[in-house]
């Protein structure tokens, strides 16, 4: 496994880490056993960096990372995320009051004193103009209930925005193979202000992996069956908001591209890696099969220009139209 700095915090993260949306809930059924399963072999290859919310399984997710960390001896980073327990989920929420409450309760469902990383998740467009919320944040990493903030977006222009403000220290977007905006402008921010960038749905909800058809099902209790459309929350969060039909027949033009030795989601992962803005990807995983597959793509080779080139082709012909100016 290799290390990258995650910006200001100064930590050494694991290129690889570990998304715990898929653990707490939303994605069908899981088991508790199979989930810490997953995660401690994800330890054991070097992973030591996780990211969760307190909305994933309604705290479930943050309370498996606790037992985690509690069986285990090495350094675990913990990312939160708060703001999703609102209820309308809308700006005027956004009260430094309201969020240090939902910050008391990540703090007793991780069992800590201090969150290492709390994020804003996805917050409405107009709470990144509220800076009297981000000096909020800051008093509370002055009052030791915090180590850092960053925000998670779904936009490229909140991004931007985010990182205006001085105590941001990460910023978490969609980036992968079907979501490239982010390394034009952003990146080149993020990397002169030495923001950490936490890459999610490096698989595209698992589309990248090459293993789904036309036919393949989805329990009703997956957001890959009730949120195609954005039904429940932003439709980019589901397959990067690109059509089921389209992704998987750009997925067909990838697959001659994946190098002999590798995965298609580890090809996937690495693609993402060979940008050097991005801190690390955060891959979702339930079994330990996955977490262990996603962790090795740290130590593979490179891709090559012909290959990433060949990626290329494939986003401008048939991603980049669908998707590249909406987020
Ligand atoms: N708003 C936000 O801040 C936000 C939103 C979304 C995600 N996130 C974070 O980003 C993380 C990653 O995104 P994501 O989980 O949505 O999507 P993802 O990482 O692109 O996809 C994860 C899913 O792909 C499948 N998978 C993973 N590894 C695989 C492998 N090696 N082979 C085959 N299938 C594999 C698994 O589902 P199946 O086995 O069921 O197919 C897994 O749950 C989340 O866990 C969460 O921490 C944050």
Partial sequence: MKYRTLGATGWQVSEVSFGAWA???????VDDQESLRAMHQA?????????????YGDGRSERLISQLRAERTETIYVATKAGRRLNPHAAEGYTIEN???FVDRSLQNLGVE??????LHCPPTPVYYQPELFEGLGRLVQNGKLRHFGVSVEKVEEALKAIEYPGVVSVQIIYN???QRPAELFFREAKSRN???IARLPLSSGMLTGKMSPSSQFEESDHRAFNRNGEAFDKGETFSGIDYGAGLAAVEELRPLVPQGMTFAQFALKWILMNDAVTCAIPGAKRPDQAVQNAAASDLPELDAKVLAGVNSVYE??????AHHRW
């Fill in 99 to 101: 969020i240090e409450a």
């Fill in 43 to 55: 330890v054991d290859i070097g992973v030591n960096f996780f990211d969760t919310a307190d909305v």
């Fill in 114 to 119: 201090t969150i290492d990383l709390l994020q």
């Fill in 195 to 197: 923001i950490g960038v």
């Fill in 177 to 179: 193979v079907f979501r």
């Fill in 23 to 29: 653990v707490g809930g939303t994605w069908g059924e």
């Fill in 317 to 322: 012909g048939r991603i980049k139209p669908l």
